[in-house]
């Protein structure tokens, strides 16, 4: 049975550090669910946007942080053009997967390898190149089949050039991605 | 007017259609469009989910590049892009932030008067076009109207978001494209879906959620009675389009056969522009049935027009 | 001069922060003080009595309270002092709790704040003088504008206790938004069956004098002498002689004209009588719509009236009316709902709101009590209702709850399961609120006995499509919060509970009233908890919505108490005058007239003085505004009680250094 003390579960610091770093005021959330109700992923999610809002309202950290909602997110701010109250709960919940991620608790790791795929094509040519993404995500994840569906149409119509745009500033791009990495190990 | 072009990786890729097409039209227009030099990736979703710093780093060089164009602004046909490129330039407003991304560059971003960085501002193609040129332009310049075929536009979810950064069109219910094609002879049919996620951002990791989501949109745009869904995104597009069969399977649906536009090809066509201005060719959807449609309907409408002038000629004589 | 000061402990309120002994002890040493205390509570009775006492004991000419806002207890205290034999504006009240001890927490700084707010009284009470108010005649009539329940209601009380009533209603038709419900909560009775009675009684009470279609043009004036100008708008029919019969409202050709009775759900002629039981029950032709007044050609109503009543050249009058006191019951409108896109906006034909669905239901509306979708005019099978539509919501600009829609979406449910017990019923909504006499018992057998299906969440959207059979469905997604889950509901027909503002135009007329108002139209009363009737304009009072949301229990009250407040004001035989208002210095006017010309009261005259033109001021109809002193070039005109030596001895005290 899982009984939640909140005298000493909730951690109101957590409430504080999600309100700094998104620059929303969560006190304002009065739970209506309208997030919930307008959001395209609310089927697959474990743990609704709403009730993810009320975690931190309640200071309830690892509620907050471990779900794989966060990592379904599509980021596509629904949430935050339906608030009655004016609360960008994308951001919110954009804060929240940094925020997991820092005490790592990432709950969905394909999602992390795509974006981690997506960004190395970007750091060593200076572009994003669809086939470089698609074969860096399923060398390293063994998923992502469902996209050898769609292939032949792809390459059909020719719209997956199997040569990546290489850009002359790409070591400034790479340098940006150095230095990057650097502030993260420091911290 | 000069604008400093930003074509976005896709447009050298799964939508060099959309390239084709906007560079067309912004040219019909009477839009200078500079393309700025050697830009790269905006960082896209995976950018800004992992840092906003990093994010705005890599925008910040492209912005940085766009400066050396001379142009008053940025655009950008992605909405991923253009937004990514406009939020940055709103994060950098703030001094420390600014400081933050101004670390992983080769050389600080230039600062303004408050402190902020000093940076050209970006508008999506879209934005630019209806603020700028004007549905009216578009609708004097049309030379082959599309005959009151139901379309239901789809902005997705970047165009108009997040309002208080994108300060453009209705977020809930923008009617920027709605207009266009209106002004273009289309009836465009109520449609709630309008800024529905597709699922783009999970497109690569499980294609079930773009194929659930996509084959809402379109299975809702059909029943809507839609004959063709318009849209503005490259992303998006994919999903529709590309991805139809797949979102029609995953959603246990018949083939939905319903094309998908970039409004700009929709633009061209009745611009009556050259056909490699549109590249329909490289649609997976087939769109010849629709496009034999409108071509149907006018050459009904003209014989009709032409019958009536010949009775009327007639009877006067 | 003797001036005694008691400083105010105000319980711990004004203690816990500032030494109020120390403050008293300084204020001994200010010029002409002879006696300084501080006390617990100087508003109690032994508060006051003790400063009765000190009167007494050392002839004091005048007194210096510190302690709260002056708003609520300077009358109190002006009262103590004339009980000692001072005149009562020889007070003077330093606010050190408002402006000291709430606001700042260091005892030191605020004890020096508080001694030096004192010191400023001291010097303005220094240069007091006795001041004597003027006694005038009151008009005893009172205007109520607004004839919905509560305008009703207040003026049927007054008109009763023997006062006259004048009755300004816009719309050609009393009864306002109640006239247009079916049936009224939590009782399920027939509102136009109890209001009905009162609409008649006002017709026939001969106290009451009532203008229907008609607006305040204009108010002059004051608490006691209103000149009220009314704007009698063109109705196209001499109503002396049209009987109500109808005739002309059933040949009328123009067929096509939205009908505001009924929320635009059905239509009717160009010349109408919104319904049977309206009170004047007389026709009213539309303009905007009438054949004959746009373009000439017609003339059928005119043809068909037995009395000879059409009057197509007829135009606006304006009529003139003294009052004493005016009571504004102008109700609400609703919010805004089309700008909510993604509820279609008005756009989709079936997604209607709370008032036209209670038309829609009226055995008297456009249905005859029928419940059908508009679109395809079938009965709906599964109705959704959505709350808080334009309430509580932010980013609308909406952040209040409207109060009464819990409560009529429940009736409607019921109501709904009434009609059509076949239908499914299901209440999107985030919290019920009913505290009323049986309200929650109400909305409790909305769903024990009726078997509403309430789910708390709200909607994000609705998307009409065509379903198999041809018809048009309404899918509407919302959330579940208590499942945590999305849910979606396939519906024909939507109610949308709109939320309510002040009615179109009150700001408009608050200007006219010279009242307040906030950002969503409602008046402003003069006290939240012990003022809600009255406003800061003597003589103008609210009833009903216009003050705030409240159902019609609560409207209905307002206007008695409204109508009490009057008969109050008017029970004595002539009403005083605050002195504190202009007085000319004759020496220096100069006549120069730009006084007069400021002042919005029209309280200054030209008069001769020994063959020389000068300024006056009529005393009784002077407020004390003072713009007539801001304006003289000589400094000859001067609020009393306010002088400019007064306020820069107040100056001076503050800024020593």
């Known amino acids: 049975m899982n009984i939640t003390r909140l005298d000493k579960a909730r951690d109101l610091n957590f409430k504080r550090q999600v309100e700094e770093e998104s620059g929303q005021n969560l006190s304002a959330c009065y739970q209506c669910g309208k997030c919930t109700a307008g959001c395209p992923s609310a089927g697959v999610y474990d743990r609704q946007v709403s009730q993810i809002m009320r975690a931190v309202q309640m200071g309830l950290k690892e509620e907050a942080l471990k779900n794989r909602s966060l990592w379904l997110c599509l980021s596509c701010s629904t949430c935050s053009a339906r608030c009655p109250n004016n609360i960008d709960v994308a951001a919110v919940m954009e804060t929240l997967r940094m925020m997991a991620r820092r005490e790592g608790w990432v709950q969905d790791r394909p999602m992390e390898t795509f974006w981690k795929a997506f960004l190395d094509t970007v750091k060593y040519t200076g572009r994003s190149y669809e086939m470089g993404v698609m074969a860096g995500f399923m060398a390293r994840t063994l998923r992502g089949w469902g996209n050898v569906e769609i ?32 502030k993260q190990k420091r911290s | 007017m000069k604008y400093a072009y930003y074509p976005g990786c896709s447009g050298h890729g799964s939508s060099v259609e959309y390239e084709a097409s906007t560079r067309a039209v912004c040219n019909a227009l009477d839009m200078d469009l500079v393309e700025i030099a050697d830009w790269n990736c905006c960082g896209s979703t995976p950018g800004h989910s992992i840092s906003h710093e990093l994010s705005g780093a890599l925008a910040a060089r492209n912005l940085l590049q766009a400066s050396k164009t001379g142009a008053d602004c940025v655009i950008s046909p992605c909405p991923s892009c253009s937004s990514n490129l406009k939020i940055a330039r709103w994060r950098m407003q703030n001094p420390e932030f600014k400081a933050e991304v101004d670390s992983l560059l080769d050389a600080p971003t230039p600062a303004n008067a408050e402190g902020g960085a000093d940076l050209m501002e970006t508008y999506s193609v879209l934005q630019a076009i209806v603020e700028n040129v004007g549905v009216d332009a578009i609708n004097r310049r049309v030379t082959y109207p599309l005959e009151g075929i139901k379309v239901v536009t789809y902005y997705g979810c970047l165009l108009s978001r997040p309002a208080h950064v994108a300060k453009f069109d209705d977020p809930n219910n923008p009617v920027s494209l709605d207009n266009i094609l209106k002004a273009l002879g289309a009836e465009v049919l109520p449609f709630a879906l309008k ?23 379109l ?31 995953i959603t246990k649906n018949k083939p939905f056969e319903l094309p998908v536009f970039y409004y700009t090809q929709l633009i061209a066509l009745a611009f009556g522009l050259p056909e490699e201005s549109m590249r329909l060719d490289k649609l997976a959807v087939n769109p010849q049935p629709l496009l034999d449609k409108i071509a149907e309907r006018r050459a009904a409408r003209v014989q009709a027009a032409h019958d009536e002038a010949r009775k009327a000629a007639g009877v006067a004589s | ?72 207890h300077e009358p109190t205290f002006r009262r103590t002092v004339e009980r000692a034999g001072l005149n009562r504006y020889m007070f003077e009240m330093a606010n050190i709790r408002e402006h000291v001890s709430w606001i700042g927490r260091d005892r030191e700084a605020n004890t020096n704040k508080a001694a030096e707010l004192v010191r400023l009284a001291v010097e303005k009470l220094r240069r007091n003088a006795p001041l004597y108010a003027k006694q005038f005649d009151v008009t005893k009539r009172v205007l109520v504008i607004g004839g919905g329940v509560a305008g009703i209601q207040a003026a049927l009380d007054a008109a009763d206790s023997g006062i006259g009533v004048v009755m300004v209603e816009r719309e050609s038709t009393i009864g306002g938004k109640m006239a247009k419900l079916d049936k009224t909560f939590p009782t399920v009775d027939c509102s136009s069956c109890v209001l009905a009675p009162k609409m008649v009684d006002v017709a026939q009470n001969p106290n009451i004098t009532l203008y229907a279609h008609s607006e305040v043009e204009s108010i002059s004036g004051f608490v006691g002498n209103f000149t009220v100008k009314i704007r009698k708008r063109a109705t196209y029919v001499d109503w002396s002689k049209c009987t109500g019969c109808g005739i002309c409202t059933e040949k009328c050709p123009e067929k096509n004209v939205p009908d505001t009775f009924n929320e635009g759900i059905s239509k009717c002629r160009a010349i109408n009588i919104p319904f049977p039981q309206a009170i004047p029950k007389k026709a ?31 135009v606006d009058e304006i009529v003139e009316e003294k009052v004493g006191a005016i009571i504004a019951a102008t109700g609400f409108d609703l919010v805004d709902w089309k700008t909510i896109t993604e509820f279609g906006g008005g756009t989709y034909p079936d997604v209607i709101t709370s008032l036209q669905y209670e038309r829609m239901m009226s055995a008297s509306g456009p249905t005859a009590g029928h419940i059908h979708r508009p679109s395809d005019h079938k009965e709906p099978k599964n109705i959704v209702f959505i709350q808080c539509v334009g309430s509580r919501d932010c980013s609308m600009g909406r952040p209040y709850c409207s109060g009464f829609c819990c409560m009529y979406t429940a009736k409607q449910a019921i109501m709904t399961k009434d009609h059509l017990p076949d239908t499914d019923a299901y209440v999107f909504y985030m919290d019920v609120r009913a505290p009323g006499k049986m309200y929650d018992e109400f909305t409790r057998r909305a769903q024990e006995e009726y078997g509403v299906q309430y789910i708390r969440g709200r909607v994000s959207a609705i998307q009409p499509y065509t379903r198999e059979d041809g018809s048009v469905g309404y899918i509407v997604r919302g959330a579940d919060t208590l499942l945590g889950e999305q849910v979606e509901v396939d519906a024909d027909m939507v109610v949308l509970a709109v939320g309510v503002e002040g009615s179109k135009g009150a700001g408009n007329l608050a200007e006219k009233l010279r009242i307040s108002y906030d950002h969503y139209g409602f008046y402003m009363e003069s006290h939240v908890k012990l003022r809600p009737v009255e406003t800061n304009t003597a003589g103008v009072y609210l009833a009903g919505v216009c003050q705030g949301p409240k159902d019609i229990p609560a409207s209905v009250a307002q206007g008695s108490a409204a109508a009490a407040k009057v008969m109050a004001l008017f029970s004595k035989p002539k009403l005083e005058n605050d002195p504190q208002v202009s007085v000319v210095d004759i020496k220096r006017c100069v006549a120069c007239g730009k006084c007069i010309k400021v002042c919005p009261y029209q309280a200054i005259e030209e008069v001769e003085f020994r063959g020389q033109k000068k300024a006056h001021v009529i005393e009784t109809v002077c407020q004390g505004c003072g713009v007539c002193t801001a304006t003289c070039p000589q400094g000859a005109i001067q609020v009393s009680h306010f002088t400019d030596n007064q306020l820069l001895a107040e100056v001076n005290a503050l800024c020593q250094f």
């Open chain 1, 151 to 182: 292939a032949p149409t792809a390459l059909l119509k020719n719209k997956l050039p199997f040569i990546p745009s290489v850009i002359e500033g790409r070591e400034e791009v790479a340098r940006i991605f150095q230095r990057y990495a650097e």
């Open chain 2, 195 to 217: 800024t529905e996620c597709c699922g783009a951002a999970m497109g690569i990791p499980d294609v079930n959620i773009p194929g659930q989501l996509s084959g809402r949109i």
């Open chain 2, 219 to 249: 299975e809702t745009a059909k029943a809507a009675g839609a004959e063709a869904v318009v849209t503005a995104c490259p992303l998006c597009h994919m999903n529709l389009d590309l991805r139809q069969r797949q979102a029609a399977r």
């Open chain 3, 1 to 72: 001069m003797k001036i005694g000061v008691f400083v105010c402990h105000c319980g711990s309120n004004i203690e816990a922060t500032v030494d109020t002994a120390a403050v008293a002890k300084i204020a001994e040493n200010y010029p002409d003080v002879v006696f300084a205390e501080d006390s617990m509570y100087t508003c109690s009775e032994p508060g006051q009595e003790n400063i009765v006492q000190a009167i007494k004991k050392h002839g004091l000419d005048g007194v210096v309270v510190a302690s709260c806002s002056p708003r609520m």
């Open chain 3, 284 to 314: 009213t032709i539309n303009p905007d719509y009438c054949r004959k007044l746009k373009d000439g050609k017609c003339g059928v109503c005119s043809k068909v009236c037995t009395v000879g009543a059409i009057k197509y050249d007829m």
